[in-house]
């Protein structure tokens, strides 16, 4: 454990160098509050030792700084004192001390006090490991659940997270967006005809070139089965149906040249910009409307759906 | 406990080095009457004696802290503690002089 021990009794402060080294600790001793001070915001300490009565900074008002800053890990505090008035005790206690040892110093007190600090100590490290640990694989976690393993893109759970801030921004800072709904053609038959590793090879290839196709403040979801959802932020709806149509074209190129998958795949597309007053989710509506005008009007197309107030 | 011998020297010269300027301070505030100074630096003095096992000075101490509310002489006290002082004082120089170099 390294040891920080400050004391304005220079002799003190050798006798304590000296035993706490030989308990196998490394000790580092300074002569007053001010200096502890600095040394724990350099180099940290497991243990801190600490005089309260010392010139300047005092023993609790250093253990005070100590616990109200966050950059510092948490080092067991033992206060060296020759009050032995049971109030300041708790008033130590209370300002975030751990334990205390009266002077003159009983070295087996002192002794035995590194023991607990050493395995408090420990069950403070490993308890901070496991969270950092939690905090990671959360944050994992949360990576996963909001990206489709199959294609990259951001899945429906991500999309019902960023619309309503997309939105709030358009009401707040009237920032326009426009929304674009893809479906593969003929998928369901692509599936029957071609086996369904073959489809996810073909939903693989949509999600990547989305992923490479996506241009700075756009973005791209897996919506559905076979349905790609895009939002284009500030962009007029000629610009973003114009977006949506190079999409398309990628997509079919894309398809026929990859010599994985045994047919090309088309898109259709519906494409739909935001109006005053309009939530997300109508808008969202709009642009299955114009897609599934698309479709009906024979596939492998984009229909725009015009607002009225262009 | 027990010190290595190169741990002990260490100690030996921190008291001999550390010490003198508390006992000067602490007899001119003896002689100057400076209760409140008094009772502070016999405290400290008291502590750090007691650390390294010098009980009689360390007790010689305590009572200089207390002498005020006591009625006992503060003077005399002082002078019993210059005396231990002067007795440690050659202690350590002789184990130091006595001790490998």
Redesign the interface.
């Known amino acids: 454990m390294r040891v920080l021990v400050a004391d304005d ?4 402060l ?2 304590m160098r ?2 706490i080294n ?1 308990f196998g600790h490394e000790c580092r001793t300074v002569g007053d509050g001010e200096s502890a001070w600095q040394h724990l915001l350099a180099d940290g300490a497991d243990i801190v030792i600490s005089d309260w009565l010392m010139p300047g900074l005092n023993g609790v008002q250093l253990c005070e700084r100590v616990r109200a800053n966050p950059a510092i890990e948490y080092p067991y505090f033992i206060l060296l004192t ?1 009050r032995g008035e049971h109030s300041d005790v708790i008033t130590a206690m209370r300002a975030g001390v751990d334990d205390h040892l009266t ?3 009983d ?2 007190g002192l002794q035995a006090r590194l023991i607990v600090a050493e395995r408090v100590r420990n069950l403070h490290r490993d308890m901070l490991q496991t969270r950092r640990q939690l905090e990671t694989a959360n944050l994992r976690l949360n990576e996963a659940a909001h990206r489709d393993a199959l294609t990259g893109l951001g899945n429906r759970l991500k999309l019902n997270d960023d619309l309503p801030g997309i939105h709030a921004r358009f009401l707040r800072e009237a920032h326009r967006f426009n929304i674009a709904l893809f479906d593969i053609d003929e998928f369901k038959s692509y599936n029957d005809t071609y086996g369904h590793q073959k489809g996810d090879a073909v939903l693989a290839e949509v999600g990547k070139v989305f992923g490479e196709q996506l241009r700075q403040g756009d973005l791209a979801y897996r919506y559905g089965g076979e349905e790609f959802l895009l939002i284009m932020p500030n962009r007029s709806i000629e610009q973003a149906a114009r977006g949506a149509e190079r999409f398309r074209e990628c997509v079919a190129r894309a398809t026929a040249e990859n010599p994985q998958l045994p047919a090309p795949a088309t898109l259709s597309a519906g494409v739909a910009g935001i109006r005053e007053g309009e939530t997300a989710e109508s808008v969202v509506g709009r642009a299955d409307q114009a897609l599934y005008r698309a479709k009906r009007s024979g596939r492998n197309r984009l229909m725009v759906d015009i607002p009225e107030h262009a | ?1 027990q ?2 011998a190169a ?1 002990y020297r ?2 030996c010269r ?2 001999l ?3 003198p300027g508390l006992i000067a301070e602490l007899d001119s505030a003896v002689r100057n009457n400076h209760q409140d100074k008094v009772a502070s630096l016999a ?2 003095l ?7 096992g010098a009980v009689v000075l ?1 007790d010689l101490a305590h009572r200089l802290g207390g002498a005020r509310t006591q009625g006992i002489s503060s003077q005399e006290l002082m002078g019993e503690i210059l005396r231990e002082y002067a007795r440690l004082q050659e202690f350590f120089e002789s184990e130091l002089a006595g001790g490998p170099a």
């Open positions: 009794d220079f002799l003190l050798e006798v000296e035993l030989s020759a002077k003159p110093l070295l087996k | 406990m010190f290595s741990a260490r100690i921190e008291f080095s550390s010490t405290h400290q008291k502590g750090s004696m007691g650390t390294i360390s």
